[in-house]
């Protein structure tokens, strides 16, 4: 079945099935790998995605359910890694083996789309849902901060 999706401010048309995942609709059809399998149940965060500027876990959300959507990925965030999550990423050496973050990139923009200037406590709700294997947390936070520094919030 043909579904169009818009993804990063780009139409595209994919013959899949409904129920087809949207994570491999977006890896495979589309070619957009910075969003990654993790567990496939959404409890680990590495699929996040926004949908219509909301937090979302690509890998149990159908792809027909995001027709008529605005879906974003890390690739969508900026094209020259120029947003502030990115920025603090790299200027706080957050990543160790790298595999989350970008589902931990793509929790932080949606709670600093919400919460310019988060408490720890807001940041600790917001990234709940996203694992990091190799332990980051404080660095994640500390990062979270300073892109709100460099935002302005």
């Not at 409890?43 to 937090?55: F, I, N, P, Q, R």
């Not at 120029?82 to 929790?107: F, K, N, T």
């Not at 789309?113 to 500390?142: E, F, H, V, W």
């Amino acid at each position: 079945m043909a579904l169009t999706l818009n993804v990063n401010g780009t139409s595209h048309t994919v013959d899949v099935e409904p129920e087809t995942p949207l994570l491999w609709v977006l890896r495979d059809n589309i070619g957009l790998t910075g969003t990654k399998y993790g567990c496939g149940i959404a409890k680990c965060g590495a699929c996040t995605v926004h949908v219509d500027g909301k937090k979302a876990f690509s890998c149990t959300m159908k792809a027909s359910a995001a027709v008529g959507t605005e879906i974003t990925t890390i690739e969508g965030l900026s094209e020259d890694s120029s947003h502030p999550l990115q920025l603090a990423w790299i200027e706080g050496d957050v990543p160790q083996c790298g595999y989350c973050q970008s589902g931990q990139i793509m929790a932080a923009a949606a709670l600093l789309s919400q919460r310019p200037d988060p408490s720890d406590l807001d940041i600790d709700s917001a990234m709940s849902d996203n694992i990091c294997r190799c332990g980051t947390y404080a660095q994640i936070r500390k990062a979270i901060h300073r892109a709100a520094e460099i935002a302005g919030g």
